[in-house]
Nanobody, 121 residues
């Protein structure tokens, strides 16, 4: 089973930017649909953005559309999340995962360690 390592999180001020990376453990990654999810303290994990295997189709939750951009480099087994105009409500641990159903149903309940994003007001 593909496993992911997320990185790139940090502390940023409101209006700032961050770019998250997600590295897959297997070379078959290029055939998989992948999504970013996030979980804020005291809240359930929620869908953020999804990308098709070839990188053409993309889907975003309404709260980040126009601010976040998902992309991938299959040659590097990586998926990225460029986050601009960050808001305090974007504060969460961000995870990536394979999709069972497009665009927002993860394949399993197994999650990596995630990467923490904190947006200060």
């Amino acid at each position: 089973q593909v496993q992911f390592v997320e990185s790139g999180g940090g502390l940023v001020q409101t209006g700032g930017s961050l770019m998250l990376s997600c590295t897959a453990s297997e070379d078959t990654f290029g055939t998989d649909r992948v999504a970013w999810f996030r979980q804020a303290p005291g809240k359930e994990r929620e869908f953020v953005a999804a990308i098709s295997a070839g990188g053409v189709a993309k889907y975003y939750v309404d709260s980040v559309r126009g601010r976040f951009t998902i992309s991938r480099d299959n040659a590097k087994n990586q998926v990225y999340l460029q986050m601009n105009t960050l808001k305090p409500e974007d504060t969460a641990v961000y995870y990536c995962a394979l999709l069972r159903t497009w665009p927002d149903v993860p394949l399993s309940d197994h999650w990596g360690q995630g990467t923490q994003v904190t947006v200060s007001s």
